[in-house]
């Protein structure tokens, strides 16, 4: 025991130093790993550290036993090395594939987004648009919200719901729309407390005033795109011109007429007018008829005006022609220029018809009298006396701003006319004659000498111009026009009319005497008119000859390939014009008494004689104006008719340089024996009455 006792107390001191060692080596250790700490770079440790994968836990064989050769069932082992190595392969791919798919698939997705035909979505656009139509029409303060989810159908990028939206949007408006123009509500009204019903008025109002501001905005943007229809359809241009027209006719006092006015007359200032420009002009002729206060056709005057005068008249004739559709034709009472207006005084009749219809009605109510004291009379009299004055000043008002206004159109349209005489356009004279021959009436006297004048060198154009044409050069230029309107019927010149023109000029020289008692100032005025009389007398025989007599338009080939488009101008033919200038030489309004024997007598021998070659309808109208005149200047012409009565000597010349150097008395009218056997039986009528009409004086 003795001998193993210190060989333990050596093992024991030998673990107790190595013990002491290790823990030694271990402190120092940790000192340096501390100090060294502050230099490492952790982040490229981990970076450059190998990758170990999770090793996964055994699953469980899912595969079906299977039985050997020598008849044992085996069930097959997944843990398998070569299995396991194509296990963790596939899935691995299958992984990386499906993150591709799972990448790939919603891009696929997004490319077919519009999974519902493009018909569906129309019909279902059709279908809530008109849910919502209806909801407006039922009640529209309650769903007025709902002119907002129309306007966002108008952004969708199939065109056919665009034009859907916008056709259903103007259904709406213009039913919805008040008659009365709403205005912007002031500051002071903004902060006065009202009651409910008057905020829900008002809310509704204002919502209703911007979403039409807006929707009129892109009507006239989408209008400007000039998108092109297919043949036999409408592009969303179309219909856009069409609201346009439709809302401009019916809700004309409404707020920003004048946007819509831009619209419609900047698609007539073309040099010609398609299909959209004559629905713009429909809806402006239709606004000119239907106005009853003025400003709107003064608006609309005022934009054309401004458009011919920057497109320098290069504009369609039948733009023009829309001033004749104006009412000043039968409800201005006054005269004007360019420069000024001259008004007629004319008050009190609106006054004494309210007192002639208060008095029916104060005998109507006598026998039902209520009694009512002395006190109770007087302050009623007062009362009907303060009503009263307030309906005249209201009629008076409401009289003076119209009046003024169309004053203001007239001088427009005159300012218009006269700059077009002045520039001589080619392709507009014939509406410029036709407007000045309407409103002659309405032209102030002071400008008569100088618009006779400007008459004047017309005529004398038209005669050197058709001169300088040449009796073959109308064929030719017919002959061109139809190959340039084969080639570029946009640029193509209508034909002029020089006869028709200068027929024009006549007429509205004489209806200048015939307006305002002109007649009666005539002395005064000194307006000379023998000028239009002689070259009316000398262009009777030519005129009998024009096969046009008949028709409003020329019969070249020009205008026959232009007659597919619908106008309106000229529509009086030129043997209405003629016998218009004639009536107002031989029976004038004014004076009919007046007239010259020889003058008479020329213009008979001259009409006769151009009898034999005028279209039937045209004889027929010539002999009943012959009629007109036999009939009150009898006596003065019968010589014509009776050869022992002949009082001129000499010989007459139908080709004389005047009228009364014609020497008419010195011939017989023998044209009537010819008249006499006509084919046309009402020819023959119109002779015999004329005859009769002869023998009775």
Wanted: charged residues 30%; contains cysteine.
């Amino acid at each position: 025991m003795s001998a193993m006792g210190p060989k333990k107390r050596k093992l024991a001191q030998v673990a107790a130093e190595a013990t002491e060692g290790a823990s030694t080596a271990e402190k120092d250790a940790q000192k340096s790993f501390f100090k060294n700490a502050a230099n490492w770079n952790l982040e490229q440790d981990y970076e450059t550290r190998p990758r170990k994968g999770k090793k996964k836990e055994p699953k469980e064989s899912n595969k079906l036993p299977i039985k050997t050769a020598d008849g044992r069932l085996e069930i097959l082992n997944s843990l398998d090395a070569e299995g396991d190595d194509v296990s963790v392969e596939s899935d691995t791919e299958w992984l990386e594939g499906r993150e591709d798919d799972i990448e790939w698939e919603p891009e696929e997705e997004e490319e077919k987004a519009p999974t519902i035909p493009e018909s569906q979505q129309i019909i279902e656009a059709q279908e809530e648009m008109a849910k919502l139509a209806m909801a407006l029409n039922e009640n529209p303060e309650d769903n007025i919200v709902s002119l907002k989810t129309l306007a966002k159908y108008g952004e969708s990028e199939i065109t056919a719901i665009q034009m859907l939206a916008l056709m259903t949007q103007m259904a709406v408006y213009k039913d919805i729309i008040p008659g009365y123009r709403i205005r912007p509500l002031m500051e002071e009204e903004q902060k006065e407390t009202t009651s409910k019903d008057i905020r829900k008025l008002r809310q509704f109002e204002q919502s209703l005033v911007s979403g039409y501001q807006h929707y009129v905005k892109e009507l006239n943007r989408v209008a400007r795109l000039g998108v092109k229809a297919r043949p036999g359809t409408q592009s969303i241009s179309n219909v856009a011109y069409t609201c346009a027209c439709t809302l401009l006719t019916a809700v004309p006092h409404f707020n920003f007429r004048s946007e819509l006015l831009k619209t419609v007359v900047w698609k007539l200032s073309r040099r010609r007018v398609d299909a959209d420009g004559h629905k713009c002009l429909q809806a402006l002729e239709t606004l000119f008829r239907q106005d009853d206060e003025g400003r709107p056709s003064m608006e609309a005057v005022s934009l054309l005006t401004k458009m011919m005068k920057s497109r320098e008249y290069q504009v369609d004739q039948l733009v023009l022609n829309l001033f004749l559709a104006l009412r000043l034709l039968s409800e201005f009472r006054g005269t004007a220029s360019k420069d000024g207006v001259d008004k007629e005084g004319g008050g009190g009749a609106d006054g004494e018809d309210g007192g002639a219809s208060a008095q029916q009605q104060h005998k109507g109510k006598k026998n039902k009298r209520e009694f009512r004291t002395k006190r109770e009379r007087k302050m009623l009299k007062e009362q009907k006396s303060i009503a009263k004055e307030m309906t005249q000043a209201d009629a008076l008002v409401s009289h003076e701003e119209r009046e003024r206004m169309q004053s203001e159109t007239l001088k427009m349209v005159f300012a218009c006319y006269f700059r077009i005489l002045k520039l001589r356009e080619p392709h507009l004279m014939g509406a410029v004659l036709e407007g000045l021959a309407k409103y002659a009436r309405l032209i102030n006297q002071d400008f008569f000498g100088d618009l006779l004048e400007a008459l004047k060198d017309l005529i004398r154009h038209s005669i050197e111009d058709a001169d300088a044409e040449g009796p073959g050069d109308d064929d030719e230029a017919g002959k061109n026009g139809a190959e340039d309107d084969g080639d570029d019927d946009e640029d193509a010149e209508p034909s002029r009319n020089l006869t028709r023109e200068a027929l024009l000029c006549t007429v509205t020289a004489h209806t200048l005497l015939a307006g305002q008692d002109a007649h009666d100032s005539r002395n005064t005025l000194h307006l000379d008119l023998s000028y239009f009389t002689t070259h009316l007398y000398r262009s009777l025989l030519d005129l009998s000859t024009n096969p046009d007599l008949e028709l409003t338009k020329p019969s070249s080939s020009a205008a026959a390939a232009a007659a597919g488009r619908s106008s309106r101008i000229n529509v009086q033919t030129t043997t209405v014009l003629l016998l218009r200038s004639l009536t107002a030489i031989l029976l004038p309004p004014w004076n009919v008494r007046s007239v010259p024997p020889l003058r008479l007598a020329a213009f008979t021998k001259q009409l006769m004689t151009s009898s034999l070659q005028l279209p039937e309808k045209s004889c027929q109208g010539t002999l009943a104006l012959l009629g007109d005149v036999a009939h009150t200047h009898g006596r003065k012409i019968s010589s014509l008719w009776n050869t022992e009565e002949r009082k001129g000597d000499g010989r007459f010349n139908p080709f004389s340089d005047s009228v009364e150097g014609s020497n008419p008395f010195a011939t017989t009218v023998w044209e009537g024996e010819l008249l006499r056997k006509h084919y046309s039986p009402k020819v023959r009528e119109g002779h015999e009455l004329l005859v009769k009409r002869m023998n009775s004086k």
